[in-house]
């Protein structure tokens, strides 16, 4: 991803509702050095078509501000207007400089889960993202989730992930990432209910009235 953003130190005393009548978009950069931050403005066109292209709080962008700080930021916080969804105001948060950071990632789920192949069931994702401390510099794009394994009746949480060098993940251990359960006319179901079927023990037949 080729994104380079370039923006305007807000001229003191900026009346953020005049701002967006005039195009410009209201930001803030934190920890650009140490807590400092910064009062910055943007167009409201690059930053819509940012938002396109960026998720919050996971894509790490080069930001440099006019005629001083530049470096790797974070997308921390956008807000639109409750009524009307208009944008209103952008946070980035500076990463260099910091020993780890706290961001969400993406899951991408790999491989057909032989449960699927085979019995027909059907693979159910509970969650697409984990949020994990990391390096600035070690930020994968994302975190690949092998299901190739999985059968009917399996359920895959945090603990099982296979993650890359240097990630942390911050959700629970137990947390349930996906799991597969027989599909309503698969082959699985049917398995199930003959197996269900087999195992029952047939119930005490009533007592006779002896005559």
Known sequence: MTIQLTLKQRATGAQPRAMRRAGRIPVVLYGHRGTQSLALELEQRTAEDLLKRVTINNTILPLKVERGWSGDVLLREVQHDAVGGKLLHLSFFAVAGHGSITLDLPLV?????????VDGGLLEKVITQL???TAPTEVPEAIEVDIST??????????????????????TPDLVVAHLTPSPTGRALESMQAAESATEQPGE???TAAG
Not at 109 to 117: D, I, L
């Open 131 to 133: 949020t994990v401390h």
């Open 109 to 117: 789920f790999t491989g057909e889960a032989m449960g699927v192949k």
């Open 150 to 171: 999985m059968q009917v009746g399996d359920m895959l949480y945090v603990r099982d992930l296979v993650l890359p060098p240097g990630i942390e993940v911050v959700n």
């Open 205 to 207: 037949q009533p007592a």
